[in-house]
């Protein structure tokens, strides 16, 4: 019961996502051939908001949900992992047409073959998880 509210809000995020074209493959296609500002202008507004809220937070001491107060931790600079990563998640993205997040929405909305893609993505984060101690820094 107590994540009822997270289940609920999830259920009402990907309805906005749905209805807003964010996993459409055509609006995913448009970006990455720069024919349409409409996924720009929602990634563009995403971070904006998150920028905001994030110093907000900073501002008032607002504390995370176990009470502690709310830190950004500089992650280290690895570059050629993360171009690596980078180079391997958008061309995941460009031949599936979805990013993690509208996956779980896709199948929601009936696209069955997606499971094929959440069981790649997964199989993707472990493997990362497994080598990422090897990666160059």
């Known amino acids: 019961m107590k994540l ?10 990907g309805m906005v996502l749905s209805q807003g074209e964010i996993i459409s493959w055509y609006r995913i296609q448009e970006m990455f051939r720069f024919q349409s500002f409409h996924m720009f202008g929602v990634i563009g507004s995403a971070i904006a908001t998150g920028i905001i ?9 607002i504390k995370n949900i176990d009470g502690k107060p709310v830190e950004v931790v500089p992650k280290k ?6 171009f690596l990563g980078g180079l391997i998640f958008g ?14 929405i896709l199948i929601g909305n009936g696209f069955g073959i997606m499971m094929v893609v959440l069981m ?10 497994m080598i990422n101690k090897i990666l160059p820094e």
């Open 4 to 13: 009822l509210k997270y289940f609920l809000f999830g259920i009402f995020f």
């Open 53 to 61: 809220l994030l110093q907000i937070t900073k501002k008032f001491g």
């Open 77 to 82: 600079k690895r570059y050629p992992a993360n």
């Open 91 to 104: 061309l995941g993205w460009a031949m599936t047409g979805a990013c993690p997040g509208p996956i779980y």
């Open 120 to 129: 790649s993505a997964i199989f993707g984060a472990l493997l990362f998880g």
